[in-house]
Nanobody, 124 residues
């Protein structure tokens, strides 16, 4: 079983950048597909980006494609989300999640493990 902890959230102006990190404990991410999700007030949790443990397979939500990049740390126990050109509509609590399947899926229910979330606020 893997435990997840997010870090790196904060307040940033529109057009700025942030890097979120998801750290694993208990196990490494070597056999987990990792997804980043976000939830804005009053809205459902939505998929942002995902990376398969099977290698070379990533996916992004259309709203963040070209602005966000997901990557794995070389030690295998972190997965980062680099966010550029942030917009006020990116404001949300960001969660990382993990699943043992190799596919990057966008369904919240398909992920077995979740972190507590980190707040990202983008001011206009």
């Amino acid at each position: 079983q893997v435990q997840l902890e997010e870090s790196g959230g904060g307040l940033v102006q529109a057009g700025g950048s942030l890097r979120l990190s998801c750290a694993a404990s208990g196990r490494t991410f070597s056999t987990y597909t990792v997804g980043w999700f976000r939830q804005a007030p009053g809205k459902d949790r939505e998929f942002v980006a995902g990376d398969s443990w099977s290698g070379g397979r990533t996916a992004y939500a259309d709203a963040v494609k070209g602005r966000f990049t997901i990557s794995r740390g070389s030690a295998g126990n972190t997965v980062d989300l680099q966010m550029y050109n942030l917009k006020p509509e990116d404001t949300a609590v960001y969660y990382c999640a993990a699943r043992t399947g190799a596919l990057v899926v966008r369904n919240v229910a398909s992920y077995d493990y979740w972190g507590q979330g980190t707040q990202v606020t983008v001011s206009s």
